[in-house]
């Protein structure tokens, strides 16, 4: 059945995240594994330069989609047939990117990549101009981000096409910015009806799926600890206080997502936010394989991608959560365990350092928390 794709009302109550929506973020599981376990080998084959920036490249195809379809789906979202199947397309065109990514990170080939990231977008070209033609308040909006993203589309099929090797990475950079403007331009004079809560959801279910990639990590390392009969134990204990000192201080603090300008805030710090998650992932795993002297790389680099991830993470949701409202000790509880952090990359044990450290910092915050609230009673 086809029904007309209207906007919904920003004060829905009850507004969940759909079957499909939770069918779309499971095929990113794959991709953004592929992303986590590449980055890994990277790092412990001493080639982490090189495999950091095919991450990010890589990460950023997967990560823009998703926040754009998020976004649309939070106005737009009818789930009607013609919606599930251009969905079920851009989920295609996932799988496609997860399929290029080795290609990348061996061969610096992002051919697949970019194949899959335009299937996706011309998709979400598509589900613009349904609503466009749907929705005669919201045209100009909706055109707009049809006609931005279409046209991103071009220029990174030229990019992949005919760019020299020279000028990939600054002409990457530069649409990369392209892109990150089509929504600031297609809403500048008219904003589409996204539901605070459904975004903020959202993010949350998605920052859930990419933790997963650090829990492999110690899982990891417990396997490996028992078919080896090296002591990894104390290892995936620390991995895992890590993991779980991530998923507190994230939803440790609300969204405060009241308007759009905070809006855009919030998605585009999920790129760091995400991405930092997924990079600890592959740290912790390249920590596993030093451990085990399985590794080429130095100690201080295969420590630095737990670190620097985690002091990433920490700033990221310090700035959006703690620092617009928050007044007092705990405007500096976060910005402090990112130093501390970081330190710790250079001192002995590090990753059981960090461990101690991002375990403090969630007893700080909640304590501070409840302080607050016992306050404000």
């Not at 507190?248 to 405060?256: N, R």
């Not at 500096?332 to 002995?348: D, E, K, M, R, W």
């Amino acid at each position: 059945m086809i029904k007309k794709l209207l906007a919904r009302d920003t004060a829905e109550t009850h507004r969940v995240a759909t079957p499909l929506e939770l069918l779309f973020d499971l095929s990113f599981v794959v991709a953004v594994a592929q992303a986590a376990a590449s980055l890994h080998h990277a790092v412990s084959e001493n080639h982490a330069g090189a495999g950091l920036l095919a991450f990010c490249m890589a990460f950023f195809a997967l990560w823009l989609p998703w926040l754009n379809f998020t976004w649309f789906a939070s106005a737009f979202d009818n789930d009607d047939t013609l919606y599930r199947i251009i969905t079920m397309v851009q989920i295609a065109g996932v799988l496609v990117i997860a399929a290029g990514i080795p290609a990348v990170f061996e061969h610096q080939d992002y051919r697949i990549v970019v194949a899959g990231y335009v299937v996706i977008r011309l998709a979400m070209v598509a589900h613009w101009l349904r609503a466009s033609r749907d929705n005669p308040s919201h045209k100009g909006c909706t055109r707009r981000y049809a006609a931005g993203i279409a046209g991103m589309q071009v220029l990174w099929v030229l990019w992949v096409v005919v760019a020299p090797t020279s000028l990939q990475l600054p002409l990457w950079i530069l649409f990369m910015i392209g892109e990150l403007l089509v929504p600031v331009w297609a809403e500048r004079n008219e904003a589409t009806t996204w539901h605070p809560h459904h975004i903020a959801e959202r993010h949350g279910l998605f920052t859930l799926i990419v933790l997963g990639e650090s829990i492999l990590a110690a899982t990891l390392a417990f396997q490996k600890g028992f078919d080896t009969g090296v002591n990894l134990i104390s290892l995936a204990a620390a991995s895992l206080v890590i993991v779980f000192s991530v998923w507190w201080i994230y939803f440790e603090a609300p969204s405060h997502l009241h308007n759009l300008k905070k809006a855009f805030l919030w998605g585009y710090a999920h790129l760091f936010i995400l991405g930092s998650i997924a990079a600890l992932g592959a740290g912790l795993a390249a920590s596993v394989d030093y451990d085990l002297h399985l590794s080429h790389a130095p100690g201080t680099t295969v420590a630095a991608f737990t670190t620097v991830p985690l002091a990433v993470f920490f700033l990221c949701v310090w700035y959006v959560q703690d620092c617009p409202g928050q007044a007092g000790v705990r405007k500096y509880l976060l910005p402090l365990g990112s130093l501390a952090v970081l330190a710790a990359t250079f001192g002995p044990a590090p990753i059981h350092v960090t461990a101690g450290i991002a375990l403090v910092l969630c007893i700080a915050t909640r304590l501070v928390q409840s302080a607050d609230q016992r306050v404000a009673v």
